[in-house]
């Protein structure tokens, strides 16, 4: 079997257990879907709670995590989750909860165990559809999942690769940005430091960005052209992504937890 490195895209180096890399990107896609569209629909605390911890044990086991993404999946999160349940829990109709104990009480203004509780749990849906969906996010590039989607979805290639050409100019921009940046404190434009100064300093980025960005967009169409993109209705793969016998073991799996996690948590005696 040989081994096809995407001179264009940096490869992560994984380990056996590091599986989800080895996953199709449809593959994940497909597992986790089902569930982050069901929890759209869930009010209780314990389902979301529960594919919020299997998704981040996922992540931590088959994914290359480095201490800052450690620290945002781990830390920023469930930070978000609480700071966004307390949030939501500010506007719940106090007509709703008015039955449940007072947590904390200030004046006239009273704030009830059901309204944190609506708000945690609206808190902990949105965490765990975050959560899933970076199973595929944080362990799939750009070029792969374009590549599966013209090999197995059967996407025509004009579609496919034209995004992955336009998704690759922000980093260009960015990059074209840091150098205009250094161009101007070498000639010395620092023009203050209060917020006029930078309201003008943007300004004055615009038009060679803009240039920039033109200049890059005729090379590409250039490159494109000279490969003869667009000229045949088909086009040889260089790198192929292929759908095998784990990526459905992989779906199927996801599909079967999912289903045992709606089973055990999920209040289906509704009051």
């Known amino acids: 079997m040989t081994l096809i490195v995407d001179p264009y895209a940096a490869l992560a180096q994984t380990s056996r257990r590091q599986f989800l890399y080895a996953i ?47 620290a945002l999946l781990f830390g920023a999160l469930p930070l978000g989750i609480l700071a966004i349940g307390v ?74 690769y034209t995004a992955l050409a336009a998704f690759r100019f922000v980093p260009r921009f960015g990059y074209e940005l840091s150098v205009i940046r250094a161009a101007h404190r070498v000639r010395g434009h620092h023009g203050g430091s209060g917020p006029f100064a930078r309201i003008a300093r943007g300004w004055g980025y615009i038009v060679p960005l803009l240039a920039g960005a033109i200049r890059h967009a005729e090379r590409v169409a250039l490159a494109m052209d000279s490969r003869a993109f667009g000229a045949h209705p088909t086009r040889t793969e260089r790198h192929l992504v292929p759908f095998r016998a784990r990526d459905t073991v992989f779906v199927v799996l996801c599909f079967v937890i999912s289903a045992a996690v709606f089973a055990a948590f999920f209040p289906w005696q509704l009051p």
């Open 24 to 70: 199709n990107p449809l593959a994940k896609i497909a597992g986790v879907v089902p569930a982050m569209v069901l929890l759209i629909f869930v009010r209780d605390l314990a389902t979301p709670a529960a594919f919020l911890v299997l998704a981040l044990a996922m992540i931590a086991v088959g994914a290359r995590l480095t201490a800052r993404s450690a």
């Open 87 to 160: 949030g939501f829990s500010l506007w719940v109709d106090a007509s709703l909860v008015d039955d449940t104990p007072a947590v904390v009480q200030i004046g006239a203004w009273t704030l009830r165990q059901g309204a944190l509780a609506i708000g945690l749990a609206t808190g902990l849906r949105l965490g765990a559809i975050i959560a899933l969906a970076l199973v595929g996010g944080l362990t799939t590039t750009g070029p792969d999942l374009v590549r599966a989607s013209v090999q197995q979805l059967r996407v025509p290639y004009r579609i496919g």
